[in-house]
């Protein structure tokens, strides 16, 4: 399942993100976005923003397995840079 959320600039609302997890009855999700700049290196505020989504998340009973930055130069796998324990 895709959500898209209704405005294109960052930073993303966390209500948001939850509101449709949540909706959606999911058990487990991947976060993906992507950095413009071509960069996946993950920010401060996307490091921030994903303990929030996935802080709120767990209350909810979903488990987050991974955020992945998307870039021109590869990507970024929150799991993989020990950034999700």
Avoid at 23 to 52: F, Q, W, Y
């Amino acid at each position: 399942m895709i959500y898209r959320p209704q405005f294109q600039t960052p930073p993303t609302r966390c209500d948001q993100d939850i509101v449709f997890l949540f909706n959606a009855m999911l058990i487990c999700s991947v976060l993906v976005h992507n950095h413009p700049s071509g960069d996946p290196k993950p920010s401060r505020e996307d490091i921030e923003m994903t303990k929030e989504i996935r802080k709120a998340a767990e209350a909810l009973g979903i488990a987050i397995h991974d955020h992945l930055v998307i870039g021109r130069k590869g990507h970024a796998s929150f799991r993989s840079l020990g950034l999700l324990s």
